[in-house]
């Protein structure tokens, strides 16, 4: 999309700065054209031409113009008016970069005189962009545009630019035939690139506030400086890899050129880059940066039918990638589609992976804070934590990927993070993630589940944990884990004094803090969803037993297990819920909290505490349902 800007700075030759030698070459002929007699507008009709012009600004390089010829040409009060300006022979040269245009066609101007001046007289402005707000022109065609740079052996062709509708500043549409670009790296290094694009066609763009972001002089709030530009199509060849995209969108540009322009002497025209930047030219730069940025923002950028191929190793292609609200605060959406890799050894596909409200606004705001001051970022660990990006909602669907053990598939993945009035929660949620058990590695649990029937398994998992401040807690709404056909297992819990924040402003302190942390109540829930019935029909099948004498014993013998080991720690009919569990097995729910007249565990205790004396501090209540 870089084609506006450089394609603006043409026009800008022709509208150019108060660069033009007073020693310019000019022959006017006029010729009379009749007028009422009743009018007091002199009016002269011919033709003008202007040789051999020289332009130099230090810092934004040199042009020069060959001629420039107006035909129709019209003298109305302050205003100038020409059916056809023809401009030959333009060379702009920025550092080692020379830019060629043989020839520039422009229809139908109707300039303010100051600017007419300021080409034929040399006149200067200092407000060229807001001459150009008062300028109308019907088009601008250039068959052709050259870019050169021997320091990088870069050339650029653009063919076929028409510039339509300039009026008050703005440009109704344009449009380029094709580019070109072909580049061989520095000298005697071998890296050969070429890139090649369709139509590039734009809609409604602001040309005067582009020429401010050089020239300064903006104020008020953002502009709309594009509503959109698409590219038909996009090839980049190297020697390593071809890149092809079918298409490309950008959509309501926004923002404010600065209100000072940026030192001749920061401008790129030798290459001058940051590190060779004296402290008072950072902060100016910097100062410069957060002038466009405060202002900047993207309301959609879309690529679509995106493919890699690289000789010998593969490739990979995507179907659409699409980034919406793209500003200084953050990005509001990323959207990739048709991810397909076809690597040997790491094959990877999936449908559609989704970013929502990525913050890192105020990342951006201590980085040119930092340059604006000509000081370092402070990156203590108690600033890393106000200032790391944050991310609201991510999603993942359809995920297929080829392991030596086979393919592993997962339908959807997500995460969310909220903040509702004085509660942080997070959720996290995966379905369908499938895995043949057949293809793993042999082991004693995965051969015992083949051997009950199993081969491909699914598994669900979700959690979600909330951080209330006020109260200092971390709550664990739900930790659970199903697996289809074997069985779900669901976890909550509370810590209370939880001290995040002094975590988070010392993070070598986080052990610290968690082991201070008191433990609340826990509930943790098994479900049967068919393990059960497998493992009895096998166990029985091996014994020459009947289930139903295999679920009495095996409940019996548990059932004087728990009483032995935990009896003090079991509640009410706590035993018994674990035989009924076992002899018809549904839902089982434990739920464990202090014993009576017993303080609540602190982390530390339930890490130190021998099991005597945990079971003494410990109460555990069973339930079951029925299936």
Known sequence: ????????????????????????????????????????????????????????????????????????????????????IVIDRVVMTLGSRTTEIPSVVISGADLPEPLFRMLTAAESTSDLAGMLTSATIDEIAIDRIVQRDPSVQLEVVYTGFVMSGIKGGHVGSARVASTLVTAAGAPGVKKQMNVRTGEVRYQQFDLAEMMRMLTGGSSGGAKRILQRAVVDGVEVTTDQATLRINRAEVADIDGRAPAQALPAELNMDGGTGSGSLNPEQQKQAAAYASDILRFARIGRYHIEGISVSLPGRGGFSIGAITVG???????????????????????????????????????????????????????????????????????????????????????????????????????????????DLRRLDANDGRDKLIALGYGPLIADAQARVSWLPKHRALVVETVGLSLDRVGRLDVAARLENVDIEKAFADPMAAADVMSEAWLGPIQIRLANLGLAERFYADTARSAGLP?????????????????????????????????????????????????????????????????????????????????
């Open 547 to 627: 289930q139903d004498a295999v679920r009495a014993g095996l409940a019996a013998e548990m059932r004087s297990q728990a009483v032995n080991s935990f009896g003090p720690l079991l509640a009410g009919r706590s035993a018994d819920a674990i035989a009924e569990f076992l002899q018809s097995p549904g839902t089982i729910t434990a739920r464990i909290a202090p014993a009576a007249g017993q303080r609540p565990l602190t982390v530390a205790e339930i890490q130190s505490l021998a099991p005597p004396e945990l079971m003494q501090r410990l109460a555990i209540t069973l339930e079951t349902e029925p299936k």
């Open 1 to 84: 999309m870089g084609h506006v800007g450089g394609f603006a700075a043409v026009l800008g030759l022709y509208l150019a700065a108060a660069l033009a030698p007073a020693g310019a070459q000019t022959a006017e002929t006029p010729r009379p054209r009749s007028q009422s007699a009743s009018s007091n507008i002199s009016v002269k009709v011919g033709t003008l031409e202007v040789r051999d012009l020289n332009f130099n600004t230090p810092g934004r390089g040199s042009w020069s113009i060959g001629r420039i010829g107006f035909t129709g040409f019209v003298r109305d009060g302050a205003r100038v008016r020409a059916d056809r």
């Open 325 to 435: 609200g793209l500003s200084k605060r953050g990005i509001e959406r990323i959207e990739i589609t048709g991810f397909d890799v076809r690597m040997p050894g790491a094959p990877l596909r999936f449908d559609r992976f989704e970013l929502q409200g990525i913050n890192y606004g105020a990342l951006v705001d201590a980085l040119l804070s930092a340059a604006g001051s000509g000081g370092k970022p402070d990156f203590s660990p108690a600033q890393v934590a106000q200032l790391m990006p944050r991310l609201s909602v991510m999603r993942l669907s359809r995920l297929d990927v080829e392991t030596p053990q086979g393919l592993v598939a997962l339908a959807d993945l997500s995460f969310e993070l909220a903040e509702r009035g004085e509660a942080t929660s997070t959720s996290s949620a995966l379905s369908g993630l499938t895995i």
